[in-house]
C-alpha cells in the first residue's frame, strides 16, 4: 500500500468475508494518508517497508507470512466470499502450483469489459497474470522462484511467467472486481493502448536482453 486509505477498507471487508483461515499482511510505503491506520483498524498485521517499490513490498510482506498459501491483492481489488476456498482447493492437485483470478473492473464501460473478457482468456490459454487479477501461489513455489523481480513495472507479469514454468496455473472465477480508478485520466481506450505498448516493449526486452536477477 502506498496512501490507499480510500480503498482499502472495502477490500479488507471483502477479504474479511472469507471463512477460510488466513491472516492479513500490509506492507506500506510510507503512506500519510492514515493507511496503517485504517488497516490495523481491520486487524491486519502492518509492516513499513523502507522502499517504494511493489514488488519488494510484496516480497517483504512473504517474509512476514507464516502460510502455505500466498495472495497478492492489490489495495483496490475485492475478492468473492468463496475466494480463498477456491484457490485452496484448486492447490489440492499436485500439479497445480499457483494463478490468479478473472477479474472485472467496478464500471459499466463496455470496453473495459470485453477487455477482462480478452485477458481472462489470456490466463487461460499463457497462464500469464497480472496483478489486479490477485496472483496466489503455494510459499515453497514463490521461495524456490525467488519472488518478484526488483522492477519498477511489469512485476506481475514476469513472476506469472515463471510461474508457469514451475507447474500448472489456474485461473479461477467468479472474478475479482478491481477499481477502474487508472483510466479516469486518459480514458479506458488511450490506456489500454499504452498498457499494450509497454507490454510488448516488456516481451520484446525480456525476450532478448532481460535476466532474472
Known amino acids: 500500500t502506498l496512501n490507499e486509505a480510500d480503498s482499502l477498507e472495502a477490500t479488507l471487508l471483502a477479504l474479511a468475508c472469507n471463512q477460510t483461515p488466513h491472516e492479513v499482511l500490509v506492507v506500506d510505503g510510507g503512506s500519510s494518508d492514515g493507511t496503517p ?25 512473504r517474509t512476514q507470512a507464516h ?14 466470499p468463496t475466494a480463498l476456498q477456491s484457490l485452496t482447493l484448486a492447490l489440492r492437485s499436485p500439479s497445480v502450483v499457483g494463478g490468479g483470478f478473472a477479474r472485472r473492473y467496478s464500471s459499466s464501460s463496455r470496453f473495459l469489459w470485453m477487455t477482462c473478457r480478452l485477458a481472462e482468456l489470456r490466463s487461460r490459454w499463457l497462464g500469464w497474470f497480472l496483478g489486479d487479477q490477485a496472483i496466489f501461489v503455494t510459499t515453497p513455489v514463490f521461495d524456490a522462484l525467488g519472488g518478484f523481480q526488483k522492477m519498477d513495472t511489469f512485476e506481475d ?57
Open 37 to 61: 491506520e485504517l488497516a490495523r483498524k481491520h486487524g491486519a498485521r502492518v509492516f513499513t517497508s523502507a522502499y517504494r517499490q511493489r514488488g519488494q513490498q510484496m516480497n517483504e510482506g
Open 67 to 80: 502460510g502455505e498459501i500466498l495472495l497478492f491483492l492489490h489495495a483496490d481489488t475485492l475478492v468473492a
Open 157 to 213: 507479469l514476469d513472476f506469472s511467467r515463471q510461474m508457469k514454468k514451475a507447474g500448472r496455473v489456474v485461473t479461477l472465477r467468479p472474478p475479482v472486481i478491481s477499481s477502474p480508478r487508472r483510466f479516469t485520466n486518459e480514458g479506458p481506450i488511450r490506456t489500454t493502448l499504452a498498457d499494450l505498448w509497454l507490454t510488448c516493449r516488456y516481451l520484446g526486452i525480456s525476450g532478448s536482453t532481460k535476466k532474472r536477477m
